[in-house]
């Protein structure tokens, strides 16, 4: 025990690390480079032309690419290793030599006006179950497609509504129905396709095709005299041609998704009106509708039997305090000036 | 309203797709350009005349690059330094980025040109001529499975001075190195290709690895021969603009993964934190409440009384 010192026991450990490295260590001046990620090694070092001669370049060429790919696996067996499956597996780093592109990067695609819509409104996509359960056939179905589970067309039976006309072929009328649901979907879709790519389309009745009607060509028309610089001002009009006067919108209603404050306060005194005991009285609204049904009564009375089908009946405004009015004023002549006292 | 036919007949052109059933238009989808690009495929083309060893050595590198190739045998006239339409249409037929198109006259034996393409548009292009070749038949050892990937090593200083053979060397790594993984069995490391520089003439070497006992863990590595070699001479070559070269790197927003901030790790490999506080009021801190220290009942009316009531109690 005396005799083996700790220096020889430590010598003795080296040299056999030594040993046993020995297998699997090569010298190069310099370092190879190395991309694990792609599973790549270079080697900077000179390569000596002498030795590179005919009879002995497979070997020399072997013996070197045995060298690089030693220390290639030496750098692979570095990397962390994990269990999969029974197979022990090397995790790869991201590879580090930069490959050009097959394709240029996708631009990302703008959204659609539902999606627009959904975003400023904060509605969030709701997870669907795949199969639903339809009472009829008493089994899961598929939520559309084929073999659905409410399936509209392939019913039977159709009763034929009250009101509606009972020579109206009512499988007809679903059928078109459907048709033109379906034909809406695919506009809207290629509009938003439009709207992607910034491709500016035609309104209706712009974009020629064969057999259009009369109402798209004299929109056209319309569109076409109004298209100068001076807002189609000098334009003449054709001899029986008449300038048409309703341009422009008929009525305005506040856009969709705007002051979310405002449509809170007029949801809010809805609310309140609908709550409150006593009607809510237009008097200007109620008098005018007064004074037009008593119009429209003279006119009858006073075509003899071929008076339009004049609609009788109370149509005064929201309120036992018109009905009293109307009691009291007689049907006659001396109506106008108690009218004027109703408006006050 | 119903909307009218005519309406959606003129919009029709801008749905460039026009796919009509679901697999096509997986298939088309599948062809649209992507955050993360998977494996590019190659196409290996016959050119106008071709001798035996062309022929042979395109059906080498076929069998190497397979399945993710498609070769075309049958004659093409096309020359490719001259006019590259052609390659860029088959290119877009058969959705393959890389190219080996291998031609044999009199003024270049044996040719073999290297390409790639970038949004069909052809990228680089290097022409190298065959000197000797050793074919796949004739070396009779058993080969290693079809997709392995390989382990690719580049020898040589000219690799890395010369501009041209940094850019062949490039083009290689693209054109041999595989389907991207993120992990790899350590058994399977197999097969070896490697490229030696040397006064203008590139060695190609294919050897299988065999992975022999060593006295630790990693092993002893022995070659043998295997496959295709290759003596190239370089000819010709088309390389890219610098500017276009930059365009085909430009990475797409989402693919860099964001770095999570104000996490370090020290030396001995345990994970560091760092967290950033609002100012603390000292004197209104909640510490620990020491329930034998505090003061009973009788004795603290006595102290109180006697002491001021500035004193501060200290354990409350």
Known sequence: ??????????????????????????????????????????????????????????????????????????????????????????????????????????????????????????????????????EVHKEWRRRWGYKRAKDDTKEWLIEVPENADPSEHQFAKRNKAKKERVAKNEYNRLKNIARAQKIKVPGMGLAPTPRQPKAELAQAVNVAKISTA????????????????????????????????????????????MDSKKPRLDITKAVNKQMREEDRESAQKSKKGFGKKGRRGNM????????????????????????????? | MPVSQKAIFHLQSLDRWKAKTRRSKRFLQSREPKLTEGQKSSMIIRGGNSSETVSQALKDVYALKKPNAVLYK???????????????????????????????NKKRPNNLIFGRMFDFHVLDMFELGIERFVSLRDVKTDTCPEGTKPLLVFAGELFETDREHQRLRNLLTDFFCGPRVSAVRLAGLEHVLHFTALEGKIYMRSYKVLLKKSGCRTPRIQLQDMGPSFDFVMRRNHMASDDLYKTAHRQPRGVKPKKKKNISHDAFGTRLGRLHMQKQDLDKLQTRKMKGLRKRRGEQTAETAAAAAKAPRTDE
């Open chain 1, 1 to 134: 025990m005396a005799s083996c010192s700790i220096e020889d026991v430590l010598a003795k450990a080296e040299r056999d690390e030594a040993e046993k490295l020995k297998g699997i260590t090569v010298n190069k001046e310099l370092d190879l480079e190395f991309d694990p990620g792609n599973l790549l090694a270079f080697d900077k070092n000179r390569i000596d032309t002498r030795e590179f001669k005919d009879n002995k370049r497979e070997d020399f060429i072997r013996s070197l690419a045995r060298d690089n790919t030693q220390l290639l696996i030496n750098e692979m067996w570095k990397l962390p290793t994990e269990r999969v499956e029974e197979i022990i597996v090397a995790k790869l780093p991201d590879p580090s030599t930069p490959l050009p592109r097959e394709k240029p990067a996708p631009k990302p695609k703008p959204p659609t006006k539902w999606e627009q819509f959904a975003k400023l409104k904060g509605i969030q996509k709701k997870k669907k179950t795949n199969l639903v359960w339809d």
């Open chain 1, 316 to 344: 005064s405004g929201k309120g036992k305090g018109k009905a009293g009015g109307k009691g009291k004023a007689p049907k006659g002549k001396g109506r106008k000036p108690h009218m004027k006292q109703g408006k006050r």
């Open chain 1, 230 to 273: 001076s807002v189609g001002k000098f334009q003449d009009n054709l001899p029986k041609e008449k300038t048409p006067k309703n341009t422009g919108k008929k009525r305005k209603f506040q856009p969709l998704i705007g002051d979310f404050s405002s449509e809170k306060q007029k949801q809010l005194d809805l609310l309140k009106v």
């Open chain 2, 74 to 104: 049958r004659k093409n006239m096309v020359r490719p330094f001259d006019d590259s339409t052609a390659l860029e249409f088959f290119s877009k037929k058969s959705d393959c980025s890389l190219f080996l198109f291998g031609s044999h």
